[in-house]
């Protein structure tokens, strides 16, 4: 399995980026993949995911509105569309698969995947100058 993100970069306050996380080498049919990131000096955080089992999405509140989680499975890439960026979201950020069932993330009220991820990508740095 490997697990490729692009799309960082260096943007302004208020600018915007797309993330874009392209998978392959999958042999199982139910996962959901994950954006998290990781600030210097921070733990690693999950920022958004989606399931492959009925495209429900789960966005942490921290950037509910601005980011939006997607899919196209037809090329097997994940995307996060970033707006509004801030300062604070500069970090690393990592997409990361877990196999498994997942449905109705958008009904559950905490991260629902944990951070036992079953394969992670290797990062793209996202810095936002104030």
């Known amino acids: 399995v490997q697990l490729v993100e692009s799309g960082g970069g260096l943007v302004q306050a208020g600018g915007s980026l797309r993330l874009s996380c392209a998978a392959s080498?999958?042999?199982?049919?139910?996962?959901?993949i994950a954006w998290f990131r990781q600030a210097p000096g921070k733990e690693r955080e999950g920022v958004s995911c989606?399931?492959?089992?009925?495209?429900?999405?789960f966005t942490e509140d921290s950037v509910k509105g601005r980011f939006t989680i997607s899919s196209d499975n037809a090329d097997n890439t994940v995307y996060l569309q970033m707006n509004s960026l801030k300062p604070e979201d500069t970090a690393v950020y990592y997409c990361?698969?877990?196999?498994?069932?997942?449905?109705?993330?958008?009904?559950?009220?905490?991260?629902?995947?944990?951070?036992?991820?079953?394969?992670w990508g290797k990062g793209t740095l996202v810095t936002v100058s104030s």
């Open positions: 989606i399931s492959h089992n009925d495209g429900s999405t």
């Open positions: 990361a698969v877990v196999r498994g069932n997942y449905y109705g993330l958008g009904y559950i009220w905490a991260w629902p995947l944990g951070y036992d991820m079953d394969y």
């Open positions: 080498g999958f042999t199982f049919d139910d996962y959901a």
